[in-house]
């Protein structure tokens, strides 16, 4: 199956055209009839296209099963995470070989009676005779009595929360349906707090719940009818107040409640300014407020509690600086941490709240990933930390914050073997049309060539303002051991050079996303690191849409690639307000009612652009039940790529029971990750 000719005859849905005329324009849609879900014919041409996928990936069914047997082989099957103390317990997830889903446990301190395990939650029987589930959230109450939890059943993400009596061992009766996940808990232990998903599957009222009353009768605490805001609910560490957070993609407000109060109503912190966004915790009559205003990158403020809506009193406590993103923070009853990101690089430092005196978290690489882990505590002097670099396995750390000094905990175990020293990672950078520099990781065997010969991974996002860490990854040592360069570009819209690089990759400069991406494609060329015959690209989500952008504008510096639920038919989608999540998206791409990003949209997405040229080979996944990206878009995306471009195997590979993050059972993902694989190492080994 190495030439066109030999591939047996796709799929071709019929072409219904549907006219749509914006701005004085007219297009023809010819696949829009793909989004009538309930039509009989969608789901058999999603069916077809899988049948015929199958078909093309059957010569590479045996990489297959060697890569997912690889990816086994380097997993700990019987395992548990690092406990997590919290008052007299701890709090772990173990792991059982054979089984797709952990189970939460807990423990009593030693020092306690009772130091037993005590599965609270056991995922495999809830997943059991389902097709698809994924968790939540779970929250325990102050007491420890209660846990509740949320499931999402069909990949949806529109979850049931229920809530688990510990002591009794049986679920309440209540079940509540139609909620985002979300949930915090009033320190009676009694009354806990939701959100309800609107009709557009928008979390927008907030919802307060008695334990063993009908959820019929819940209270309405706060709603928001803005459909750019988002809702969800959190605490503050030390118990002091519930959180309602309200925001956008650009703007955010709080609101206060006073948790020993059940009936207390919601106090705003700081309203809604557009641009604004802040973040708060509250320790000992103040608030700390981590925001961007009056500051790009960031600041945290000090506030008094009793005077917080007195800007007078709005003391900085560190201020911004121009290359030094603040990111996050934790704070604790004698210290506060502070996760920065500078030249693409997380850094820790801890202020002792007493002193003033601060210490860095020194880790000896140059290139890695650091984040906060679960700090639940209030009273400790202990940050858990996760740590992992290209070449290093993750680590969990605790560091001491009043001897500043980092104690090791774990390190993920590699079962069947793995020598760091045997890997080398660094840090390149292209240049991108407009001159500016672009960050490149890269990793890669210490004993693959660089002459060009080397098969390699570009990986790219983009949007949004995240970043793609420099982390480490079990199942790409398959492909670093074939010989493989993994790269990851950093491109404008993510966020690893602060919030000037977010910027400059959105809205009406959304193209230099794509821009820097074949830069840093070229530069590997350039550099001899591979060539394009030997190049394919990634990327999920919005970076299924940079995919897009990408090989419609250069198809010639790709021999493959994949796109993972692609957000590709973005003009349609920013242009239905009846969507989910396109209201609140339009702070990220635009809105299209308006004629300057009307333009800039319909030049650069992917479905309104594909020309009748040679595509790289292609593997694009979809899920049935995607709320973010609907199936419809990558299905419309490949049935226009092959009745129009004149060259490329197009492959749609739809999962029928999973939503926009797949499969959630860890055999499942590993299954799916080694057939991504597979098309990867099939296509590239029939490049030359």
């Not at 560091?399 to 890997?423: F, N, S, T, V």
Request: a negative charge; hydrophobic letters at 40%.
């Amino acid at each position: 199956m190495s030439t066109h000719g030999q591939w047996p005859k796709p799929p071709r849905p019929p072409q219904r055209a549907s006219a749509i005329t914006a701005h004085g324009e007219t297009r023809i849609d010819e696949f829009a009839w793909l989004r009538n879900r309930v039509d009989p014919q969608v789901a058999a041409y999603l069916e077809a296209e899988n049948r015929y996928t199958a078909t093309i990936m059957e010569p590479a069914r045996g990489i297959s099963e060697r890569l997912y047997e690889e990816f086994v082989s380097r997993v700990r099957e019987d395992d548990e995470t690092v406990p997590v103390r919290l008052d007299a317990y701890q709090y772990y997830t173990r792991t059982c070989a054979g089984s797709e889903y952990p189970l939460l446990c807990r423990r009593r301190d030693a020092a306690a009676s009772g130091g037993g395990e005590e599965i609270i939650l056991d995922l495999n029987r809830l997943a059991s005779e389902r097709e698809y589930f994924a968790l939540g959230s779970a929250q325990i109450s102050p007491d420890h009595r209660y846990l509740a939890y949320s499931e999402d059943l069909d990949g949806s993400e529109r979850y049931i929360l229920r809530i688990h009596d510990l002591i009794e061992g049986r679920t309440l009766a209540e079940a509540i349906a139609q909620t985002s996940g979300t949930v915090a808990w009033f320190n009676d232990s009694q009354t806990l707090i939701y959100t309800l998903l609107d009709e557009t599957q928008r979390p927008w009222r907030v919802m307060r719940h008695r334990l063993g009353e009908s959820p019929t009768g819940d209270i309405e605490v706060l709603r928001e009818e803005n459909a750019a805001y988002f809702v969800d609910v959190d605490k503050t560490k030390d118990q002091r107040y519930l959180l309602i957070n309200l925001a956008s993609n650009i703007t955010s407000e709080v609101h206060l409640l006073d948790a020993d109060d059940t009936q207390a109503r919601p106090i705003c912190f700081r309203q809604r300014e557009e641009g604004i966004e802040y973040s708060l915790e509250h320790r000992a009559g103040e608030f700390f407020v981590l925001t961007n205003r009056a500051a790009v990158n960031f600041q945290l403020l000090r506030i008094p509690t009793d005077r917080f809506t007195e800007e007078s009193s709005w003391q900085p406590f560190v201020v911004q600086r121009d290359h030094v993103m603040l990111e996050g923070f934790e704070l604790f009853a004698h210290h506060l941490a502070l996760l920065t990101r500078e030249a693409g690089i997380g850094r820790v430092w801890v202020c002792d709240l007493e002193t003033g005196t601060w210490s860095a978290v020194a880790f000896g690489e140059c290139l890695y990933a650091v984040d906060f882990g679960d700090n639940p505590a209030f009273k400790t002097d202990r940050l858990r930390l996760m740590y992992s670099s290209l070449v290093t396995p993750p680590r969990v750390y605790d560091y001491d914050m009043a001897k500043a000094k980092l104690h090791l905990l774990k390190q993920r175990e590699i079962p069947c073997g793995y020598d760091p020293a045997h890997y080398r990672s660094e840090r390149l950078w292209a240049r991108s049309a407009d001159g500016v520099p672009v960050p490149i990781s890269i990793v890669r065997h210490r004993d693959t060539p660089l002459d060009g010969s080397a098969r390699c991974l570009l990986y790219g996002y983009g949007s949004y303002g995240l970043c793609t860490e420099p982390a480490f990854s079990s199942s790409r040592i398959s492909l670093l051991e074939r010989g493989f360069i993994y790269a990851i570009a950093h491109t404008r819209g993510g966020g690893e050079l602060g919030e000037h690089w977010k910027n400059a990759g959105k809205l009406l400069r959304k193209p230099n996303t794509f821009a820097d991406f074949i830069a840093c494609a070229q530069l590997l060329i350039d550099t001899q690191y591979t060539r394009a015959a030997r190049l394919a690209a990634m990327g999920g989500s919005a970076g299924g849409l940079l995919i897009g952008a990408v090989v419609n504008s250069r198809p010639d510096l790709f021999r493959a690639a994949v796109a993972e639920v692609p957000f590709v038919d973005v003009l349609n989608t920013m242009a239905d307000p009846s969507l989910p999540l396109t209201v609140l998206e339009y702070d990220e791409w635009g809105d299209p009612a308006e004629r300057r990003y009307y333009e800039i949209i319909r030049n650069y997405a992917p479905y309104e652009n594909i020309y009748s040229q040679r595509y790289p080979d292609m593997l694009v996944i979809a899920g049935w039940n995607d709320p973010r990206v609907h199936y419809w878009e990558p299905a419309k995306w490949v049935a226009r790529l092959r009745s129009r471009a004149s060259g490329g195997l197009f492959l749609l590979k739809t999962d029928m029971d999973a939503g926009h993050s797949g499969v959630h059972g860890r055999y499942q993902a590993l299954k799916e990750q080694a057939f991504v694989f597979s098309f990867i190492l099939q296509r590239l080994e029939r490049s030359e």
